[in-house]
């Protein structure tokens, strides 16, 4: 099942020129994606800059963009890792995912530990990384406003989240 999984690139270049979400350029900002050989899909993702848009949250949209392409409306995120550099504000992230049928936490996490997988609704994913006004791709929106009148934005592994791990 998982083998004939097909793979949309999006051409989604937002009026914010602060980042650029789409294939991955020279500069490494962007996405990249493959099936591995398990069945997941590996989503690399860079940003070059100091700016709104975090790495892990484009790899998370990826994964969104790639399992509603193929007719799912959830997506298991699985073993998500990334780097930052103090210079220049570069960040990378990988991570594996595939589509799922039902809103509930992975039976099996792909490296055996259930906190490092949930299962995410595409809408939900959509909603929290899409920016303020919903056309920035990949960049959290804000989801309240502090007691300082400051927009809060949550976002990273665990957006979109749906179902709980199960106790240990």
């Known amino acids: 099942m998982l083998a004939t999984l097909t793979a949309v690139a999006v ?7 602060r980042y650029f979400y789409g294939p991955m350029n020279s500069r490494g900002d962007g996405y990249k994606d493959k099936l591995t050989k398990d069945g997941f899909w590996q989503v690399d ?9 975090i790495a892990i949250d484009f790899a998370i949209y990826r994964a ?22 103090r210079l220049g504000g570069a960040e990378t992230a990988t991570l594996y ?11 099996i996490c792909r490296s055996g530990k259930p906190k490092r997988c949930y299962t995410a609704d595409i809408a939900l994913v959509y909603a929290r990384l899409s920016g303020a006004d919903g056309q920035h791709p990949g960049v959290a929106a804000p ?7 400051r927009p809060v934005m949550e976002s990273g592994f665990g957006t ?4 709980s791990p199960p106790a240990r």
């Open 11 to 17: 051409d989604a270049q937002p009026a914010d020129s």
């Open 143 to 149: 989801s309240y406003v502090d007691k300082f009148g």
């Open 160 to 163: 979109g989240a749906v179902g």
């Open 45 to 53: 993702a860079g940003v070059s800059h100091i700016g709104s848009a």
């Open 64 to 85: 969104a963009e790639l399992a509603r392409a193929n007719g799912y409306r959830y997506v298991e995120i699985h073993d998500a890792s990334g780097r930052s550099s």
């Open 97 to 107: 995912a595939r589509p799922a049928e039902a809103p509930a936490h992975p039976t």
